[in-house]
């Protein structure tokens, strides 16, 4: 009456019965442990794509796109460039910038300094240094008055802050009667800027570009043009298109080059973490092993007698197929709609965690990055659960293959 009959039977044995709930007991167990592996697999990589995409974005408040810049030396046709380049498919802003090293000293403190040579009016259309300013802001970057803006770990650092004096030595020498010195210039503190990486915030100083020219005598040169794309993960495809289409000279780069040890080192531990997290599902899913055993020995006359009513080894193997797979899909959804639903509340439940049991898992003082950004993607959570399903599948063929092989006679002789 019902059809296929082995999903019948298969579905049947799924439910406990009085004298196999230990059997039944263990299928829960399994289940629930696929369950709770997904659900921590999901979670986990969610919350290393919020990392991710947290420390892609702080890093590309700073960094261009991509870098357009001269294979010799300074760029001195920029203006013409620039104009260029603006009208490049998904290019959406453009700025020069001049990039140099150099010492900033304050009494006896001594630091060395990324210089920056920037356009206030232009820099906004690149970066976000304009929206991450604590003190002071970046438009009053003046040409010829010499004003400089740190980075607040930098400026901590040094002692300094809004209004107060820093001295710049750059690596370039100047020739006098007394010897060869190096270039020295007074510059007084008008701004404080906090990205949030410590790499930025304690090494980056930021001058008006015509300021930045005189001091690394670059005249009307620039290091090179900025870009900013419409999405930062076309930048490699724009990069191949620039360096086919501009002539020769130039020299196009991108942040993904620029950073790639970085993100390769984010991706290894993702990839890391997905194994050693899909073990807890291997295990859990192994489980079905030895509950599958065990209910093949408890069914043995059952088996026996489907036997005898013709019942062939293929539909023997299937019902026992089904019945593991059904833990498996079952602990698998349930896994995975717990898994996507912890991702996408982890931001509200962790805060509510702390406050609750006064703790702080990620203390704003040692990382820069205090809570626990959740990025969920859909092709991650299909990836998981469909492994889960698979390993299910594979925990259930060696004990259906021995149910199959039951003899109906060795299993009827004591009964």
Known sequence: MFKPVELFIGLRYTRAKRRNHFISFIALTSMAGIALGVMALITVLSVMNGFE??????????????????????????????AQLKGYPHVTGTAPYINGEGMLSVGQSVSGTLIRGVVPSEEGAVSNVGE?????????????????????????????????????????????????????K??????????????????????HIEDAAKLFRLGDGVSGVRLKLDDMMRAPWVTRDLVQSLPAGYVVSDWTR????????????????????LLIVAVAAFNIVSTLVMMVRDKEADIAVLRTL???????????????????????????????????????????????????????DVYYISNLPSDPHLEDILEICGVSMLLSLFATIYPAWRAARTQPAEALRYE
């Open 310 to 364: 013709g019942a062939t080894p293929r539909s023997i193997m299937l019902i026992f197929m089904i019945q593991g797979v059904v833990i498996g899909v079952v602990g698998t959804l349930l896994g995975g709609v717990g898994g996507t639903l912890l991702a996408f509340n982890i931001e509200t439940i962790v805060p509510a965690i702390e406050r609750l049991f006064s703790v702080e898992f990620l203390a704003a």
């Open 258 to 277: 620029e950073h790639v040890n970085f993100f390769r080192a984010v991706r290894t531990e993702k990839t890391v973490m997905f194994v050693i997290l």
């Open 186 to 207: 007074r510059f007084t503190v008008i701004g404080i800027f906090e990205i949030g990486m410590y790499e930025y915030d304690n090494a980056l100083a930021l001058l």
């Open 53 to 82: 995409k947290e420390l892609r974005t702080r890093i590309l408040g700073v960094v261009a796109h991509t870098t357009v810049s001269s294979a010799h030396g300074p760029l001195q046709d920029w203006p013409a460039l620039q």
């Open 132 to 184: 991450k300013m604590v003190a002071g802001r970046l438009d009053e970057l003046v040409p010829g008055e010499f004003g400089i803006i740190l980075g607040k770990e930098l400026a901590l650092r040094l002692g300094v802050w809004r209004g107060d004096k820093v001295t710049l030595i750059t690596p370039s020498a100047t020739i006098t009667p007394a010897g060869v010195l190096p270039r020295m």
